[in-house]
């Protein structure tokens, strides 16, 4: 049973950065496509990032390309979302989540992830 536990949230003022992690447990890290996601209060949830089993894929939503980066390390069984010049709409609770299907390329689509976890609150100052 893959269990997902995000930390690394708070507060912090508009420009900037906060460091994302995602820790694992369950099985091997390797075997499963990683994404983050978020929803902000009153909003329906979004895709941030995701990055494929392999570590070699990423895609990103729009709104955070060159601003957000997502990374994997397989020696710690945790996936990172480095996030840069945060504004204050990326205010949300942030959520990692785990896609089993392994699929060459990560998936953007919530629906396609099967684990997720509990999530962590990012809030942005202006």
């Known amino acids: 049973q893959v269990q997902l536990i995000e930390s690394g949230g708070g507060l912090v003022q508009a420009g900037g950065s906060l460091r994302l992690s995602c820790t694992t447990s369950?099985?091997?890290?390797?075997?499963?496509?990683t994404g983050w996601f978020r929803q902000a209060l009153g909003k329906e949830r979004e895709f941030v990032a995701s990055?494929?089993?392999?570590?070699?894929?990423?895609d990103y939503a729009d709104s955070v390309k060159g601003r957000f980066t997502i990374s994997k390390d397989k020696s710690d069984r945790k996936v990172y979302l480095q996030m840069d010049s945060l504004k204050p709409e990326d205010t949300a609770v942030y959520y990692c989540?785990?896609?089993?299907?392994?699929?060459?390329?990560?998936?953007?689509?919530?629906?396609?992830?099967?684990?997720w976890g509990r999530g962590t609150q990012v809030t942005v100052s202006s």
């Open positions: 369950g099985s091997p890290f390797t075997t499963y496509a």
């Open positions: 989540a785990a896609d089993l299907a392994t699929p060459l390329y990560p998936e953007t689509q919530d629906s396609k992830y099967d684990i």
């Open positions: 990055i494929s089993w392999s570590g070699y894929y990423t």
